[in-house]
């Protein structure tokens, strides 16, 4: 069973960046899929980012898309989240996921692995 670890997140003022990590332990990452979701306080948890097992397929909210950019580096059992022009939208609790069956990336039911989160704040 693959345990999951975001690092990465803070404080951060309207138009900065951050690089999320999401270091996964106890399984091969590159046996699962990999997401990234968000719940900001009051909201459900919603789907940010995703990447397949080999990294040749991504899916992005159109929220995020030209501003966020997934990654997988499968040697290092790590994924990241390079978020750029973050917005006071995007703060939130992030949440990294896997799941080793098929490549739903906006379901967060498909996600069998969760991390604790890491919190992302973006100040005006």
């Known amino acids: 069973q693959v345990q999951l670890v975001e690092s990465g997140g803070g404080l951060v003022q309207a138009g900065g960046s951050l690089r999320l990590s999401c270091a996964a332990s106890?399984?091969?990452?590159?046996?699962?899929?990999m997401g990234w979701f968000r719940q900001a306080p009051g909201k459900e948890r919603e789907p940010v980012a995703a990447?397949?097992?080999?990294?040749?397929?991504?899916y992005y909210a159109d929220s995020v898309k030209s501003r966020f950019t997934i990654s997988r580096d499968n040697a290092k059992n790590t994924v990241y989240l390079q978020m750029i022009s973050l917005k006071p939208e995007d703060t939130a609790v992030y949440y990294c996921?896997?799941?080793?069956?098929?490549?739903?990336?906006?379901?967060?039911?498909?996600?069998?692995?969760w991390g604790q989160g890491t919190q992302v704040t973006v100040s005006s």
């Open positions: 106890g399984g091969t990452l590159s046996s699962y899929a």
């Open positions: 990447i397949s097992w080999s990294g040749g397929t991504t």
């Open positions: 996921a896997a799941e080793d069956s098929t490549f739903r990336p906006q379901s967060a039911s498909a996600f069998d692995y």
